[in-house]
């Protein structure tokens, strides 16, 4: 198994740019995270789906964030339009019952 | 509150010594228990589950106190090799959310 997948791996943007992150979970896993990860503010859960469905998404800190799972094997994280405090480590895990398993991050900068 | 507190460290112990993390959680409800372990700009790793009756890994013995709603670590022989951080982790199962503790850094010197 290839493991969670993240993409990209790093992003440059400037800042009120629209930033896609993008990630495909574990086959057979039925919960997807999102996290954000800072030196300041540690690991946050950005929201979180159960078979595809928004569970809770309390952790989404303003409307500019929003997040999507079309289907089993794929999800989005969205920033429109993007901030310099956005600029992050954007981790993406799933999960079969037990523990996650993490994809590698993505690596945001907003200029 | 917090959900989940750790103690943010660093711990400096030496090579061989023996080194205990604490977290505590706040929702009385939680059913899972788990600490990883995220090395320097890479992911966080399961390091074991916690059970309810405590767990030993190798030099790891993680235990459950729910009484208390806390969490233990304990690292026998450190090596150098586990300098990291380690992330306390609490899950409800009802709702499947799962929640990080902001990690404890750990490191071992020669």
């Known amino acids: 198994d290839a493991g969670v997948i993240q993409s990209p791996r790093h992003e440059v943007t400037e800042m009120g740019q629209e930033v896609t992150l993008r990630c495909k979970p574990i086959?057979?896993?039925?919960?997807l995270f999102w996290y954000r990860q800072t030196m300041m503010r540690g690991l946050e859960l950005l929201i979180y789906f159960n078979n595809n469905v928004p569970i809770d998404d309390s952790g989404m800190p303003e409307d500019r964030f929003s997040a999507k799972m079309p289907n089993a094997s794929f999800s989005t994280l969205k920033i429109q339009p993007s901030e310099p405090r956005d600029s992050a480590v954007y981790f993406c895990?799933?999960?079969?019952?037990?523990?996650?398993?993490f994809g590698s991050g993505t690596q945001l900068s907003v200029l | 509150r917090k959900e989940v507190e750790q103690d943010p460290g660093p711990f400096n112990v030496p090579e061989g010594a023996t080194v205990a993390f604490n977290c505590t959680y706040s929702n009385s409800a939680s059913q899972s228990f788990f600490w990883y372990r995220q090395d320097c700009r890479k992911e966080p790793k399961l390091l074991m589950s916690?059970?309810?009756s405590g767990n030993e890994d190798g030099r790891f013995t993680a235990q459950l106190n729910r009484a208390s709603q806390y969490i233990s670590l304990l690292i026998r022989d450190s090596k150098l090799s586990d300098s990291a951080t380690y992330l306390c982790?609490?899950?409800?199962?009802?709702?499947?959310?799962?929640?990080f503790g902001s990690g404890t850094r750990l490191s071992i010197r020669p």
């Open positions: 982790v609490v899950k409800d199962s009802s709702a499947s959310k799962i929640i």
């Open positions: 916690v059970y309810s």
């Open positions: 895990a799933s999960s079969r019952g037990q523990g996650a398993i």
């Open positions: 086959s057979g896993h039925n919960s």
